[in-house]
């Protein structure tokens, strides 16, 4: 397969700006290094009808566009369910019955990392396994052999974070994230990954898990969110913040285009046009300030967004 770069929406509601931004990073850094560009809807948990068609439509608006057809992931169950079993066939795998509650409650285990599951469920004897059964379904959860890894970055550079025993398929039938987004890519031939820097946290997780199914850890990118003005990400209760709002608003979308191409440092005009001048090394490292459509609109971009 072509190696490739890729975006992946969850389809609950319209991408706002900082979707958007992220799409095109992922987009530029793509194009730059003569990769595939792939679009995948990751819609195992939450879809809104229509969802999807108005991302794709808004996608299209600022000049993002995709090789091949887009990949949904309720049609990969199959592909999950396998390297579930490979998992579980190495020994990798354990039955979990607690609930959100009872692991918050639970002690941790000693020199466990902060917020790492504590094991409730890792050893249990076949009584016991046979009477939680009859309690409650249960999640399936990676025998992790190891507390932390560590992935590299091309803004972060090393980052290490906690590897505990994650959910690989939750107590309803549903494929975890973690899982999926391992099992999609390397489907898919995606080698590069560049998305929200809020997800750089669970990423050693999912290159753990790589290892384990022995799939090639793809180059990773983490790239600055958008932010409100009291520095919070930005949702739709910041105003006009999806192309839909914006429009209403008086704003195109090839000015929304714009003003996201200048708070990369990159001159207004196609994403094509701004191939040119795109260089991972000179991206702001600092979130992008969304101040509204008014403000935004006299600004020059840069690194602030201000």
Not at 72 to 95: K, M, N, P, V
Request: charged share 25%.
């Amino acid at each position: 397969m072509t190696p490739a770069g890729r975006f992946a929406p969850s389809p609950s509601g319209e991408l706002h700006v900082g979707n958007l931004r992220t799409a095109v990073l992922a987009w530029l850094f793509a194009r730059s290094t003569g990769r595939d560009f792939l679009l995948r809807v990751e819609d195992l948990d939450r879809a809104r009808a229509g969802a999807e068609a108005e991302q794709l439509r808004d996608l299209a608006a600022i000049g993002v566009t995709w090789d091949g057809a887009v990949v949904h992931q309720t049609d990969r169950g199959e592909l999950y369910r396998d390297a579930i079993q490979q998992l579980t066939s190495a020994g990798l795998t354990y039955e979990c019955f607690c609930t959100r509650r009872e692991i918050q409650e639970a002690p941790s285990a000693p020199h466990a990392p902060q917020g790492a599951y504590p094991g409730t469920c890792r050893n249990l004897d076949p009584a016991e396994l046979e009477v939680k059964r009859s309690l409650r379904p249960a999640a399936i959860r990676l025998r992790a052999g190891v507390g932390e890894y560590t992935v590299n970055d091309v803004l972060h550079g090393d980052f290490t974070g906690v590897v505990d025993d994650f959910v690989l398929r939750r107590n309803d039938g549903v494929t975890a994230y973690n899982l999926a987004v391992v099992v999609d890519d390397a489907a898919q031939g995606i080698d590069q990954v560049v998305r929200g820097d809020d997800l750089l946290p669970s990423t050693p997780r999912q290159a753990y898990l790589a290892s384990l199914l022995h799939i090639p850890v793809p180059e990773y990118a983490h790239v600055p969110l958008v932010v409100n003005s009291d520095g919070a990400r930005l949702a739709k209760r910041d105003g006009a913040v999806t192309l839909g709002d914006l429009s209403r608003a008086g704003v195109a979308a090839a000015e929304v285009r714009d003003l996201i191409l200048r708070s990369l440092g990159l001159p207004a005009g196609t994403l094509e046009q701004a191939l040119s001048g795109f260089t991972p090394g000179s991206l702001p490292r600092e979130p992008w300030v969304w101040r509204g459509v008014g403000v935004e609109r006299g600004s020059q971009g840069g690194r602030s967004g201000a």
